[in-house]
């Protein structure tokens, strides 16, 4: 028994880097920790318990949130503070109507337990999470994560569609995609005004943008709704909208098919090119005036340059006007 004592040893440790430990003791360290990552479990699901509680249930026509605000401009309870601006901006009274500010915002009402608090995430009365979506500067709750929210802090507000997505652009003030990179008209300030054709502001619209070849931008639907009643030129500054190309190609074919009567056949006028702002003098012709700078018939009839002397065929085209005009007036009298 004494030499199996000396061949087996009782000592059952194990080495760790901290150095050796009694093997009951390990037992009990790792049961503990195991232990500690089962709580740690049990905390993580409760949280996400509470997180998805009410979870896209609750809200107003504008933002799934669990919360509503209280306008510090009225004392008023409304979803969001789009409608609030809705609902005064219809006010009968002209000077009871208003906006709120999001930044403006102090206080709000959780929609599970009716608790108002500070602007917070997380309800102080519930534990409920308000919104999965929450920025602190904005103050703008949403539980729709799959609009890939982001702040801007050039702009200074909220966007949807994912931040690595979009860029900001510091001449135009605003954000745009990714693929118009180096490759968009930047015009100082793009969005900072009204929609050409509905007249709501851009800049912090819910609705989609579209940027247009000029650089000016409206709603993505004014521009569709446009394009139903065949406006294809920007509403501030008449450029073409869309590649027209083939429909020039077609005027071209009516206007050799259409010559011009004889006593207008010389006629020449002044033109200013809407695509390309090219001034210049062309045959005239009743369809449409053809720059010849960049082929386009998006132009306008003009008066001719002050400080240019008239070419020879105007003065000829001039001439032959005259003597029309001479003749058929005596026609006339006889």
């Given amino acids: 028994m004494e030499e199996l004592d000396r061949r087996v040893p009782w000592d059952l440790s194990c080495s760790v880097e901290s150095g050796t430990s009694n093997g009951t003791e390990a037992l009990v ?45 009225c004392n008023e309870v409304f979803g969001c503070r789009h409608c609030h601006n809705e609902a005064k901006g219809e006010e009968a009274d002209p000077r009871e109507r208003h906006q709120i500010r999001r930044e403006s915002v102090r206080r709000v009402i959780c929609l599970l337990c009716d608790t108002e608090q500070d602007v917070q995430q997380v309800c102080e009365g519930c534990g409920v999470c308000m919104g999965s979506y929450f920025c602190s500067k904005c103050n703008l709750f949403d539980d729709d994560t799959d609009k890939h929210q982001y702040h801007c802090d050039a702009c200074g507000i909220c966007r949807v569609g994912g931040a690595d997505n979009f860029f900001h652009c510091d001449r135009c003030g605003c954000c745009y995609s990714v693929a118009l990179q180096g490759k968009h008209v930047c015009v100082e300030r793009a969005m900072h005004h009204n929609c050409p054709v509905c007249f709501e502001f851009l800049f912090d619209s819910v609705k989609q943008i579209t940027v247009l070849q000029c650089g000016h931008t409206m709603h993505a639907d004014c521009f569709n709704e446009m394009r139903l009643h065949s406006r294809y030129t920007c509403p501030m500054c008449s450029r073409s909208v869309l590649d027209l190309s083939e429909y020039w190609q077609t005027l071209d074919k009516e206007i050799a098919a259409t010559p011009m009567p004889e006593a207008l056949r010389g006629k020449t006028v002044w033109m200013l090119c809407n695509d390309c702002n090219h001034k210049d003098e062309v045959p005239f012709h009743i369809f449409a005036l053809k720059c010849p700078g ?32 001479s003749n058929s007036s005596s026609n006339s009298n006889d």
Avoid at 41 to 54: A, F
Avoid at 296 to 312: D, G
Avoid at 314 to 321: D, H, L, Q
């Fill in 294 to 325: 960049c082929g386009s018939f998006n132009t306008r009839q003009t008066k001719r340059p002050p400080s240019l002397p008239p070419t020879a065929a105007a003065a000829t085209s001039n001439t032959a006007n005259d003597s029309h005009s």
């Fill in 29 to 73: 360290s790792r049961t503990g920790m195991e232990q500690q990552e089962d709580g740690e479990q049990v905390e993580d699901k409760r949280e996400e318990e509470q997180n998805e509680r009410g979870r896209r249930k609750y809200g107003c026509p504008h933002y799934r949130r669990r919360c509503r605000i209280r306008a510090p401009c």
